[in-house]
């Protein structure tokens, strides 16, 4: 199943994508006699039995026409998670084209956990905005893990039963930023704001159920800048796969659905290319994963008003 959001900014729909079409979530809950219908998605995922509504809704009359999605504005699958977590340093392939330009880097004992403001979130298909702030825009595709049961402290082999599905991310960082240039000590990196930045995080197309996808395949992903491949890997590049990283962070945490881990990028940024290619206002990135879909951003310049 494909959950999606839709609609103008701060203001999307939570559907699912059928027959070609987008079916009205908070509509079609109504429509089968639901007793509590959300518009939102992560209120409806937040609903213990998501899973047995949302088949209900396709399967029951339709209250109305489907959505055309070709005329309306897809949104993030979950527009404002409560957490937005990242897996950093978390694939065999970044790292390994990092030791020309940081040196021999030891592999991590455990995963590297880092955050993003959930407000850098966006559609998968809308303009990714370059801030004045940073000459070293970059990207990573990267596959966020969308959770659909709370949990906490829970193992390895219960993660599947707590996850909703997946989607496509494009991790943006200012990497001057992100990396504090302007500072000789690396105690003063500041990974956070060089990664909240809005628009820093186009998430999508659509949010693929977990019951989509044979458990522990990898999945093939990429990135293409202006049809030119730069990254292309598969998710058996990461040192910590799903369940590592879902299980490790409960440990700290309580995940609650509709949090999203994103767990990693594999070779071919444009920080560690020789030479450096960064995104500029005009570029197209497109970032695509096997079975959950392609999202693609065109770079534009902020317009900051003095």
Not at 66 to 85: E, F, H, N, T, Y
Not at 107 to 134: Q, R, V, W, Y
Not at 202 to 214: I, W
Request: hydrophobic content about 40%.
């Amino acid at each position: 199943m494909r959950l999606v959001s839709y609609g103008a900014f701060d203001h999307e729909r939570a559907g699912i994508l059928i027959d070609g079409g987008i079916l009205d979530l908070e509509k079609a809950m109504g429509a089968a006699g639901l007793s509590q219908p959300v518009a939102d998605m992560r209120l409806f995922l937040e609903q213990s039995d998501w899973r047995t509504n949302a088949n209900r809704c396709v399967t029951a009359p339709r209250s109305g026409e489907l959505v055309d999605p070709s005329k309306v504005r897809l949104g993030a699958p979950v527009p404002m998670p409560r957490k937005l977590i990242i897996a950093g340093a978390n694939t065999r392939s970044h790292l390994a084209e990092a030791k020309p330009v940081l040196g021999d880097i030891t592999p991590p004992n455990k995963p590297m956990i880092l955050a993003k403001a959930t407000s850098s979130l966006c559609g998968p298909f809308d303009d990714l905005i370059h801030p004045p702030e940073t000459k070293k825009l970059d990207y990573e595709v990267e596959l966020g893990v969308v959770i659909g049961k709370r949990c906490r402290r829970i193992k390895e082999s219960e993660v599947r039963a707590h996850v909703a599905g997946y989607v496509t991310c494009n991790e943006v960082s200012a990497r001057d930023i992100q990396l504090a240039e302007h500072e000789k000590n690396a105690f003063y990196r500041t990974h956070f704001i060089g990664k909240s930045f809005d628009t820093f995080n186009p998430m999508g197309p659509a949010l693929v159920t977990v019951d989509e996808f044979e458990w522990g395949r990898p999945l093939k992903m990429s990135t293409k800048v202006n049809g030119e491949v730069r990254q292309s890997s598969d998710t058996s590049d990461l040192y910590f796969g799903v369940e590592q990283l879902v299980a490790y962070i409960s440990e700290a945490m309580t995940l609650y659905p509709g949090d999203v881990i994103v767990t990693g990028s594999p070779a071919g940024v444009a920080f560690f290319m020789s030479p450096q290619r960064f995104l500029k206002p005009g570029d197209r990135v497109r970032c695509e994963i096997e079975g959950v879909g392609a999202i693609e951003n065109r770079v534009r310049l902020e317009d900051v008003k003095s």
